[in-house]
Each structure stands twice: as structure tokens, then as C-alpha cells.
């Protein structure tokens, strides 16, 4: 079953913990496009705060990725386990900065609250777009891509993105970490952009 809020003993910000069988499919199972009220209010809100408790207690998350975040486009998702292996060992070159998808997956360290917003930004476009951006790639060459396009435009290359969800992604796809936003930006940014 799913324990939803855990963190409602450590403070008013939500986060999640899949222990034993999720109650709903992985988002990577779906394949519908998600629309940009959707990805802010079933996607970003209730993972920022859940970034946001994690980054108070030093923690990062290191696992967000279309196999290990649960939920639907209806209903507000549920991070899947992390820390169960190295961190970020199961993300691939999508999911990471191209600085850091270059090292080992095995070697990519701890790294920072930035680094899971970047791999919430991966994984918001590609629920927007209703599959992985650069399918079929291998690591190497969306890696190299990235490096000579940026990570915004080597995977949003030949993809049509709805103006405002293309700002807020191009920031959290940021090459520079200082330059994506904080999570409790984002968490903020996502009750602004809803009440619209």
C-alpha cells in the first residue's frame, strides 16, 4: 500500500513512500499527452513539497523517473522508493544533466535538491508530451546532444511545447544548476499558475 502523507509527523509539506504494490501505474505505463494544469497540479505541486521536506532534512531524492513516480494525469503523484540503491543508478541520460549523466551511474553521488528538480522537469515533459523526448536514443548520444544543444534544446528539438509550460521547463532543464529553480519556487509558482 502506499503511506500518504509520511510526512504529515515531520511537517505540513507532503511526501510519499511506496512500500509493497502501488495503488496506481507507473507514469511512464501512460501515454496520453498531459496538459500544462495537469502537469503543474498532479505533477509538480505535490513533488516540489515533497523536495522541499527532503532538501530540510538534507536528503535529495535521486530516483524521479517515469518508473518510480506513480499516479495519473486525475490524481496528484506519489514518489516511488529511493534510496535503495546508489543514488541516481537507475536514471537514464534523460533524467540527468548531461554533467552529470557522463559519469558511471554508480559514480553520480548524492547531489543536490537541483538535481531532482531537473529530473522532474524531464519527466514533466515527457508526460507532456505523451512519451520520452529523444526516443530510441542511446545514453551517449542524448548526452552529446545535450552538450552541444543545451538539455532544453536537444530534447524539446522538433517537439511543440505550450508556450508558458516551455518557460518553466527550459528553467528546470537548466545546464547550470544555480539557474534551476528552487522547489519551493516551484511549489509556489504551481499554486500561482493554477489559480489563473
Known amino acids: 500500500?502506499?503511506?500518504a502523507p509520511a510526512a504529515q509527523h515531520v511537517s505540513a509539506a507532503a511526501s510519499w513512500f511506496v512500500v509493497g504494490q502501488p495503488a496506481s501505474p507507473a507514469l511512464g505505463a501512460q501515454t496520453a499527452p498531459w496538459s500544462e494544469a495537469?502537469?503543474?497540479?498532479?505533477?509538480?505541486?505535490?513533488?516540489?513539497?515533497c523536495l522541499v521536506t527532503l532538501q530540510a532534512q538534507g536528503?535529495?531524492?535521486?530516483?524521479?523517473?517515469?518508473?518510480?513516480?506513480?499516479?495519473?494525469?486525475?490524481?496528484?503523484?506519489?514518489?516511488?522508493?529511493?534510496?535503495?540503491?546508489?543514488?541516481?543508478?537507475?536514471?537514464?541520460?534523460?533524467?540527468?544533466s548531461p554533467w552529470v549523466a557522463v559519469c558511471p551511474p554508480q559514480a553520480r553521488g548524492e547531489g543536490t535538491i537541483a538535481d531532482d528538480v531537473?529530473?522532474?522537469?524531464?519527466?514533466?515533459?515527457?508526460?507532456?508530451?505523451?512519451?520520452q523526448p529523444m526516443p530510441g536514443l542511446p545514453d551517449?548520444?542524448?548526452i552529446e546532444r545535450k552538450l552541444e544543444f543545451g538539455s532544453f534544446g536537444a530534447m524539446t528539438a522538433d517537439e511543440r511545447i505550450v508556450p508558458g509550460l516551455a518557460d518553466l521547463l527550459r528553467s528546470m532543464l537548466a545546464d547550470d544548476p544555480d539557474q534551476r529553480p528552487a522547489a519551493a519556487t516551484l511549489a509556489d509558482?504551481?499554486?500561482?499558475?493554477?489559480?489563473?
Open 38 to 49: 495537469q502537469i503543474i497540479t498532479h505533477l509538480i505541486r505535490p513533488v516540489a513539497a
Open 118 to 131: 531537473y529530473a522532474l522537469g524531464a519527466l514533466a515533459l515527457a508526460l507532456h508530451l505523451g512519451h
Open 59 to 96: 536528503l535529495t531524492h535521486r530516483a524521479i523517473r517515469p518508473d518510480n513516480v506513480f499516479g495519473g494525469a486525475d490524481q496528484p503523484a506519489v514518489l516511488g522508493p529511493c534510496w535503495t540503491s546508489s543514488a541516481a543508478s537507475g536514471q537514464d541520460a534523460r533524467a540527468e
Open 189 to 196: 509558482l504551481a499554486v500561482r499558475r493554477e489559480r489563473r
Open 140 to 142: 551517449s548520444v542524448i
Open 1 to 3: 500500500g502506499l503511506i
